[in-house]
């Protein structure tokens, strides 16, 4: 099997709407439920909220968005990656940007339905610090430490 290219860039907003479905179909994919916000409110978010708070890059093969990050120095608040292209090495790769500008610790959450996320995490070091349900989505979620 060919190994695959995939280039790293920061976000662009002509890649929105590619970024847009492919987050809402692996966070669906993920959950088990439909995402609670418009296409267009997520367009919104993404354009307007998450890029000026965060630093958002795309992990991109042949063009195509197959996984996006938006990380800060101490946290990571979105990643996903492409339903067709996940255990790629794709999430691996976009982490260690999050990795590389930290600053001692990265903290995130992720819901805990999502075995698949949980494993990626404690297999790249992350640690459980906590758990709680404080999202939109009202699902149980754990928040995971990464002491660099």
Sequence with gaps: MKKLEIKVTNYNPKYAEHTVKMWRDSKERAIGQDETHSFENHLYF???I???QYQVDLALIDGKVVGMIAY???EISQLY???DYQGNGIGR???NKAKAQANGNLTLYTFEINKNAQ???ENNGFEITGRGQ???ENLPD???ELKL
Excluded: A, D, G
């Design 50 to 52: 998450l890029s000026k």
């Design 134 to 136: 404080e999202n939109e």
């Design 72 to 74: 800060s120095e101490t």
């Design 93 to 95: 790769t976009l982490l």
């Design 119 to 121: 494993r990626f995490y």
């Design 46 to 48: 993404l354009n307007h």
């Design 142 to 144: 754990i928040r995971y």
């Design 81 to 83: 990656i492409h339903i």
